[in-house]
C-alpha cells in the first residue's frame, strides 16, 4: 500500500528526478508555457509554484534559494525583475494543467502547462468585457490580426482555386478531343459504308 507517499516517481532515480523537474521548471518560466506528459505537468506544477512564492519575497535569501533550483540566470532575472510583479497580490495557484489526449507514440496522457498570468487568451477575453474606451481599442485591434489571417488564407487558397481550374480546362479539352474523334471515326465509318455499296 502507498499510504502517505507523496510525490510521483516518474520512472527516475532520485537525482534524475529533480534533475528533470529542475529542468521543466527552467523552461516553464522562460516560455510560460510548455507542452508534456500529464504526471510530469503536476509534479512540475508542485515544484515551480513553491519557488514562485518564495521569490515574491524579493530578498537576497529568497534569491539565493531559488538560484539552488534555476542555474539559468536569465530566467532569474526575469522570474524577479518580470513575472514577480505580474503576479502581484495572487495568492498561490499561478500556472494551469490543461490536458490535451494521448501522444500518438506511445499513448501517454499530454498536457500543457502554463503560467495563468502569461495566458493572451483570456486576456483578450477579460478585455472584451470591460467597458469603455478600452473595448474600443481591443476590438480594433482584434480586427487587424483576422484581417491578416484573412488576408492569408486567401493567398493558400488562391493557388487550390487554379489547379481546379486548370483540371477543369483539361477536361474540358480532353472531352472536345474525344467528341472529335468520336465524329472522325463516325464520318470514316459512313464513308467506307457508301464505298463499298
Given at each position: ?12 532515480t ?25 504526471a510530469?505537468?503536476k509534479e512540475?506544477?508542485s ?6 512564492t ?11 534559494f531559488?538560484s ?11 522570474l524577479f ?9 495572487r495568492p ?7 490536458k490535451?489526449g494521448?501522444?500518438?507514440g506511445d ?7 502554463e ?7 483570456a486576456?483578450k477575453?477579460e478585455?472584451k468585457?470591460?467597458a ?8 480594433a ?10 488576408e ?11 489547379k ?10 480532353a ?8 465524329k472522325t471515326e463516325?464520318s470514316?465509318?459512313t464513308?467506307s459504308k457508301?464505298?463499298?455499296?
Amino acid at each position: 500500500m502507498r499510504h502517505r507517499v507523496k510525490g510521483r516517481k516518474l520512472g527516475r532515480t532520485a537525482s534524475h528526478r529533480s534533475a528533470t523537474l529542475r529542468a521543466l521548471a527552467t523552461s516553464l518560466l522562460k516560455h510560460k508555457k510548455i507542452k508534456t506528459t500529464v504526471a510530469k505537468a503536476k509534479e512540475t506544477r508542485s515544484f515551480v509554484e513553491p519557488l514562485i512564492t518564495k521569490a515574491k519575497a524579493d530578498t537576497l535569501h529568497a534569491r539565493r534559494f531559488v538560484s539552488q533550483f534555476i542555474k539559468d540566470k536569465e530566467v532569474l532575472k526575469e522570474l524577479f525583475s518580470e513575472i514577480i510583479p505580474k503576479i502581484g497580490d495572487r495568492p498561490g495557484g499561478y500556472t494551469r494543467v490543461v490536458k490535451l489526449g494521448t501522444r500518438v507514440g506511445d499513448a501517454a496522457d499530454m498536457a500543457i502547462i502554463e503560467l495563468v498570468d502569461y495566458n493572451v487568451i483570456a486576456e483578450k477575453k477579460e478585455k472584451k468585457t470591460t467597458a469603455g474606451k478600452t473595448r474600443k481599442t481591443t476590438k480594433a485591434a482584434d480586427k487587424k490580426p483576422v484581417v491578416e489571417d484573412a488576408e492569408v488564407i486567401e493567398e493558400v487558397v488562391e493557388p487550390k482555386k487554379e489547379k481546379t481550374e486548370a483540371k477543369k480546362e483539361k477536361k474540358s479539352t480532353a472531352a472536345k478531343g474525344s467528341a472529335k474523334t468520336k465524329k472522325t471515326e463516325s464520318s470514316k465509318s459512313t464513308k467506307s459504308k457508301k464505298d463499298k455499296e
